[in-house]
Nanobody, 119 residues
Framework: QVQLVESGGGLVQAGGSLRLSCVVS????????MGWFRQAPGKEREFVAS????????GYSESVKGRFTISRDNAKNTVFLQMNSLKPEDTAVYYC????????????WGQGLQVTVSS
């Protein structure tokens, strides 16, 4: 059973930064495509970023492109989301995800992390 454990959420002022981490509880995390989704209050869950197994294939939603950076350390079974220039509209619960194939419909989800950006 794959488990994803997230950390790093919290409260930050607009313009600030946060770094989210997600540890994958399997030894072969390098075999999974990893990503982050988020869900704001009253809104549908949306894709944020993804990274392929080798780390050379990365994608972002338009709303975070240029501000967020996804990366991974397969030796530590960890994926990161560095969030800079945060805006109040980035406030949401952020979910780490993993899938053997793609982020179109991830098989595995973390428990979610609250990120709150104050204006």
């Amino acid at each position: 059973q794959v488990q994803l454990v997230e950390s790093g959420g919290g409260l930050v002022q607009a313009g600030g930064s946060l770094r989210l981490s997600c540890v994958v509880s399997i030894g072969a995390s390098g075999t999974y495509v990893m990503g982050w989704f988020r869900q704001a209050p009253g809104k549908e869950r949306e894709f944020v970023a993804s990274i392929n197994r080798s780390g050379n294939g990365i994608g972002y939603s338009e709303s975070v492109k240029g501000r967020f950076t996804i990366s991974r350390d397969n030796a530590k079974n960890t994926v990161f989301l560095q969030m800079n220039s945060l805006k109040p509209e980035d406030t949401a619960v952020y979910y780490c995800t993993a899938d053997p194939r793609s982020m179109s419909a991830p098989d595995y989800w973390g428990q979610g992390l609250q990120v709150t950006v104050s204006s």
